[in-house]
C-alpha cells in the first residue's frame, strides 16, 4: 500500500527528497487521518520525525524543524519529505505511515494503518 523512495548518500548539507506513493483503494483523502515519516537509527528506537493530518496540520521533531518540511499531494496520495541541510545524525532508514482513524472505513470499525518499506538515508561527514 506505501512505497518509500528517494533515499541515498549525501553529504552533510546536502539535500535529499523522499516519496512515498499509496497505492490501492482503501487509502485516499476521504479516508486518511494522518499520515507520517519515521526514521530509525542504527541502535536506536524508531522515531517520528514529521506528521501531517488530512486537515493539513503539520508537527516536526525539534531535531529536524526548520529543515525538513512534510506535504502530501493528494491528487495521486504521494507524501513527500524534503530535506534539507542533511547532517550526519539525520543517517536513518525512513518510512512511511498513513493512518485511517476509526469508524471512518466502516461504523464500530478500530481503523487501519500502513507502514512502508524503509528507505536508507546516508548523510556523510
Known amino acids: 500500500q506505501l512505497q518509500a523512495s528517494g533515499g541515498g548518500l549525501v553529504q552533510a548539507g546536502g539535500s535529499l527528497r523522499l516519496s512515498c506513493a499509496a497505492s490501492?483503494?482503501?487509502?485516499?483523502?476521504?479516508?486518511?487521518?494522518?499520515m507520517d515519516w519515521y526514521r530509525q537509527a542504527p541502535g536506536k528506537q524508531r522515531e517520528l520525525v514529521a506528521h501531517?493530518?488530512?486537515?493539513?496540520?503539520?508537527n516536526y521533531a525539534d531535531s529536524v524543524k526548520g529543515r525538513f518540511t512534510i506535504s502530501l499531494d493528494d491528487a495521486d496520495m504521494t507524501l513527500y519529505l524534503q530535506m534539507n541541510t542533511l547532517q550526519p545524525e539525520d543517517t536513518a532508514v525512513y518510512y512511511c505511515?498513513?493512518?485511517?482513524?476509526?469508524?471512518?472505513?466502516?461504523?464500530?470499525?478500530?481503523?487501519?494503518?500502513?507502514w512502508g518499506k524503509g528507505t536508507q538515508v546516508t548523510v556523510s561527514s
Open positions: 505511515y498513513a493512518y485511517i482513524g476509526p469508524g471512518i472505513l466502516a461504523p464500530g470499525d478500530y481503523g487501519k494503518d500502513y
Open positions: 490501492g483503494n482503501i487509502l485516499n483523502i476521504n479516508t486518511m487521518t494522518s
Open positions: 501531517i493530518s488530512s486537515d493539513g496540520i503539520t
